[in-house]
């Protein structure tokens, strides 16, 4: 079946620095890819999507990219602050359907003072 | 944000009972889903709901799975009779309408069957 993967289950980085999480996904008919954050004791948050009608889109200090060739999409977090660190889910869904977010496994990310 | 609200927390019972998970969706939204993750495991969908009807499940719905929303109060997920393997956090999310539309989660509710 449809597999969303997220490559780090970990990342540390200091205050100030960009954050990279990379997520890779196998079925080529997705074209709806959203980033839920998810902190301690707290439900998912949405916090950024992009549409397979683009490579890419930013909101202030979160930037998504699309490499639809190598079906793999990424969130960058650009001048981190500490209230960044949570864990962040990537998820996957095809046309028609984001109904059926395919998720991956999550990372958590920690950024330190 | 829009606010979708979840409870129990966490709902501790035996295997065997019933169980109803309950989920406040935001006011507006007109579709209604339940995703399911077992601790270390990706979040996977159950159930979307839609106008009084299920519209899609997955092969995790099983049959002691049911969903309701009686006039607009709580959207439900029953579990008749639970199991071992129900044991997961439930996920209740709910969106505006059409494709392409956000889902706003709740927090989860930890469900433990003994």
């Known amino acids: 079946g449809e597999k969303v993967e997220q490559h780090e289950s970990t990342l540390s980085v200091r205050e100030g620095d960009s954050a990279v999480i990379n997520c890779t996904y196998t079925d080529t008919a997705s074209s709806y890819f959203p980033w839920y954050k998810q902190e301690a004791g707290k439900g998912l948050h949405f916090v950024i999507d992009?549409?397979?009608?683009?490579d890419r889109k930013q909101s202030q200090r979160l930037i998504v990219l699309l490499d639809k060739k190598a079906k793999r999409f990424s969130l960058h977090i650009t001048a981190t602050q500490p209230e960044d660190s949570a864990i962040y889910f990537c998820?996957?869904?095809?046309?028609?359907?984001?109904?059926?977010?395919?998720f991956g496994l999550g990372t958590t990310l920690q950024v330190q003072p | 944000g829009p606010k979708v609200l979840q409870i129990p927390s966490h709902q501790i019972i035996d295997m065997g009972q019933m169980v109803t998970l309950n989920c406040d969706p935001v006011s507006n939204h007109l579709y209604f889903y339940w995703y399911k993750q077992i601790l270390g495991q990706q979040m996977e969908f159950l159930v979307n709901?839609?106008?009084?009807?299920?519209?899609?499940k997955s092969k995790l719905f099983k049959d002691q799975f049911s969903v309701e929303r009686p006039d607009g109060s709580y959207f439900t997920l029953k579990i008749q009779p639970t199991a071992l393997e129900d044991s997961a956090v439930y996920f209740c999310a709910s969106s505006t309408g059409a494709s392409a539309e956000t889902l706003y989660f709740g927090s989860g509710t930890r469900l433990t069957v003994l």
């Open positions: 992009i549409r397979s009608n683009v």
């Open positions: 709901f839609y106008n009084g009807k299920v519209m899609e």
């Open positions: 998820a996957a869904s095809t046309a028609g359907n984001t109904r059926k977010l395919i």
